[in-house]
Nanobody, 113 residues
Framework: QVQLVESGGGLVQAGGSLRLSCAAS????????MGWYRQAPGNQRELVAK?????WTTYADSVKGRFTISRDKNMVYLQMNSLKPEDTAVYLC?????????WGQGTQVTVSS
């Protein structure tokens, strides 16, 4: 079992920045990759960024150059710069092991225009 707790969401004006944090606990030794997804009302959940245990990263095209994912031990971070109103969503932390996908409960990010 892996437990994930997100923090750092909030309300920010367009052009601003936020840093999301996710703390993993439990069987963290089994984690192969961690990432951030987001879901806006009426939309499907989408991948924002992912980082593997080896440090390989991938980003959604819509956030490349603006968001940066990083990982330190049991923590994963998402630095979000130049935020846009379309970035408004619930952001969920995710962790994958060989068999399972774990989710946090999410943190709201709202970007005002």
């Amino acid at each position: 079992q892996v437990q994930l707790v997100e923090s750092g969401g909030g309300l920010v004006q367009a052009g601003g920045s936020l840093r999301l944090s996710c703390a993993a606990s439990g069987s963290i030794f089994s984690i192969k990759a961690m990432g951030w997804y987001r879901q806006a009302p009426g939309n499907q959940r989408e991948l924002v960024a992912k980082i593997t245990s080896g440090g390989w990263t991938t980003y959604a095209d819509s956030v490349k150059g603006r968001f940066t994912i990083s990982r330190d031990k049991n923590m994963v971070y998402l630095q979000m710069n130049s935020l846009k109103p379309e970035d408004t969503a619930v952001y969920l932390c995710n962790a994958d092991d060989s068999l399972h996908r774990w989710w946090g409960q999410g943190t709201q990010v709202t970007v005002s225009s």
